[in-house]
């Protein structure tokens, strides 16, 4: 499986940008999803993460009430909405998966993903 992000670029504060992660190969319906961001000089954070049949969500707590994330495992895909945008959300962000997973797992930390993606850069400007 290739995992590949997009939607990034530049947006001002308070605006909207929604992120793909389209998957190439096998079906991701049995992996956990997972989004996170490295904002440059900084470690990589969790921001959002999806269980396989989408019945468990969980967010960063610097994203809680802003950012949804979803899945559409008939087009091979995850979101991430993105709402109320501040500049301290520029980064790059990526998307990852792990493969081995149960259902209503979820996984807040970067270790516990086995696949990523490139990142996309997501620029907020004040």
């Known amino acids: 499986v290739q995992l590949q992000a997009s939607g990034g670029g530049l947006v001002q504060a308070g605006n909207s940008l929604r992120l793909s992660c389209a998957a190439s190969?096998?079906?991701?319906?049995?992996?956990?999803m997972g989004w996170f961001r490295q904002a440059s000089g900084k470690e990589r954070e969790f921001v959002a993460t999806i269980s396989r049949g989408a019945t468990r969500r969980d967010y960063g707590n610097s994203v809680k009430g802003r950012f949804t994330i979803s899945r559409d495992n008939a087009k091979n895909t995850v979101y991430l909405q993105m709402n109320s945008l501040k500049p301290e959300d520029t980064a790059v962000y990526f998307c990852?998966?792990?493969?081995?997973?149960?259902?209503?797992?979820?996984?807040?930390?970067?270790?516990?993903?086995?696949?990523w993606g490139q990142g996309t850069q997501v620029t907020v400007s004040s």
């Open positions: 190969g096998p079906t991701i319906d049995r992996y956990v």
């Open positions: 990852a998966a792990r493969t081995n997973a149960v259902t209503g797992m979820v996984v807040v930390t970067s270790s516990g993903y086995d696949l």
